[in-house]
């Protein structure tokens, strides 16, 4: 047998970092496990204006960085690969990656959540000119500005409603003739005169130069294509949390998140759930960071009394 770790993290992102600071200043031999580079999808923004203690913002990719090496200034390692298999129910726990199986007496799982994508040709090459998946994150680019938000669920809805408080004008093309959100949305979304909407529509090209100009969208009622102009894209169709190697072994909602309340347990002892991976409300990086704070503290007091 291996060495036995006290706590092993999967998933390098706010949450797992900041767990990762706390056990390890706690005395718990920790192992991060990373399948990319520290930060998570904080890596995709080149500007965070929301995340404390930076005033003038900073890069998603620095800040995740910095969070690492404020990890392993304490001691936490980091094990850079994908995770293939867990086996969580037995005392220690075993992690599999393509060249090791990792052995732990407590796992924190924080593999994130990602948004879910439109799949049209230049999306990922237009994230931060332009496309972008969280209105409370770039929001504050779009002052004043003109701004499409794809989608008619509660993300999209709140997305909606944020943006027309900054944004000249917000257009919400949406798939039905109706919003899916929740109903407390659409009386202040329908009363708001910078917010138009496009009815049973689809975007089916997003038009750039070097940053986003325009969309291009199909009415699915007659069919015929016209262009907007806009200076960005806000895609609002939900996200997928990262739980499909964890589900049958503990409980996931109808959703697929896991389930765990703020003590970031979860259904089998010695495993918690911290950031976008477990059900919550708000999904952002100082939350993810909090859970990463909450779920040592419980990880802590499972290893003292096991």
């Known amino acids: 047998m291996g060495k036995i770790y006290d706590v092993i993290v999967i998933g390098g992102g706010p949450a797992g970092y900041t767990s990762a600071i706390y056990t390890t200043r706690a005395g718990f031999d920790t192992l991060v496990v990373e399948k990319f580079s520290a930060g998570g999808q904080m890596t995709q ?24 090496q404020g990890a392993e200034r304490f001691g936490a390692e ?10 969580l129910k037995d005392k220690i726990k075993k992690i599999t990656t393509p060249d090791r199986v990792l052995l732990a007496r407590s796992v924190i799982v924080a593999t994130g959540a990602e948004h879910r994508q ?16 969280c209105a409370a994150c770039d929001g504050m680019f779009y002052k004043g500005k003109t701004v499409v938000v794809i989608g008619g669920g509660n993300s999209a809805a709140a997305d909606a409603l944020l943006l027309s408080k900054i944004c000249k004008k917000v257009i919400v093309v949406h798939r039905r003739d109706t919003l899916k959100a929740e109903k407390f949305y659409h009386e202040p979304l329908f009363k708001a005169q910078n917010v138009e909407f496009e009815w049973n529509s689809t975007v089916c090209e997003i038009l750039a130069d070097n940053n986003v100009t325009g969309v ?11 262009e907007i102009s806009t200076d960005g894209v806000f895609i609002s169709i939900g996200r997928h949390p990262q739980t499909q190697l964890f589900r049958g072994q503990m409980d996931v909602d109808k959703n697929g998140y896991i389930i765990a309340d703020e003590t970031t347990k979860t259904s089998i002892n010695g495993v918690f759930a911290a950031g976008d991976v477990r059900t919550k409300i708000v999904r952002q990086i100082v939350s993810a960071a909090a859970d990463g704070a909450a779920a040592a503290h419980f990880a802590e007091e499972y290893l003292a009394n096991i």
Do not use: H, M
């Not at 439109?118 to 496309?131: C, D, F």
């Open 45 to 68: 923004t080149s500007q965070i204006d929301n995340y404390p203690g930076f005033p003038d913002g900073v890069d998603g990719f620095d800040l995740g960085s910095k969070i690492q």
């Open 118 to 133: 439109l799949g049209l040709e230049n999306e990922e090459e237009l994230i931060g000119r332009g496309v972008g998946y």
């Open 216 to 226: 291009r969208i199909k009415d699915l009622v007659k069919g015929k294509e016209r």
């Open 78 to 87: 980091t094990f850079q690969a994908e995770v293939i298999d867990v086996d």
